[in-house]
């Protein structure tokens, strides 16, 4: 059975007096049902967040196959640490901070180096692959950018080190905000402004030749 948020949380369909207060009002909802162990929640929020999370995953890793595994560990994890998220917090962010720190856990299993090594530098996953990652709902960018536009800054974003690369994921293809992204990171927001900065510095000389319409929502991000 695949939850239905709608039908699930009434107050979704009117009363709520913001977006800020209806993703407020969403989080708590999740919160108390994954501590309630609601039937059909996991399910939903699958369903609802699959292709955002193995798009991260696939950004994070440029692996593939080691993607795919830690998809499986991530909900594993949700469904057995559900009662830790208070819904203070988006549920996607928490759900990102929990890929990115079984990310870190599998590369410090197969390489024995630094957190920050981890984290900042480079490793042998860090090179171009192509990969689509169909989404029900585009992005601001999908519905500007033609396929060969997508493909190429998907190919240049794979060309950074992970630690620019993962804050332009965050920020352009995901949409989480500045404190989102520093929460998810454990990073001063400072040095997420910073990341972010140099991410955008270094990616434009790699999309010479990308339609100027394409390359907005990445100088909007900022």
Known sequence: MVMDFAAATPFFAAGATSEEELARRESLAVADGLKRREAGLLDGL?????????????????????????????????????????????????????????????????????????????????????????????????????LQDRERIAAALLTLDTMHREVLVLRFHEELSLEEIAKVTRAPLSTVKSRLYRGIAMLKPRLEGARPEAMSPLLEAV
Not at 74 to 98: D, H, K, P, S, Y
Not at 116 to 137: K, N, Q, W, Y
Request: charged share 30%; net charge neutral.
């Open 46 to 146: 699958i369903v609802r967040y699959q292709h955002r999370l193995m798009r991260y995953l696939l950004y994070l890793t440029g692996n593939r196959e080691m993607a795919e595994d830690l998809f499986q560990e991530v909900w594993m994890r949700v469904l057995v640490r559900g009662g830790q998220f208070n819904g203070r917090a988006r549920f996607e962010t928490w759900l990102f901070t929990i890929a990115r720190n079984l990310v870190i856990d599998q590369r410090r299993k197969r390489t024995p180096c630094s957190l920050d090594e981890l984290v900042e530098g480079g490793s042998e996953d860090d090179r171009p692959m192509s990969f689509e990652i169909a989404d029900r709902e585009p992005t601001p960018f999908d519905r500007v950018a033609n």
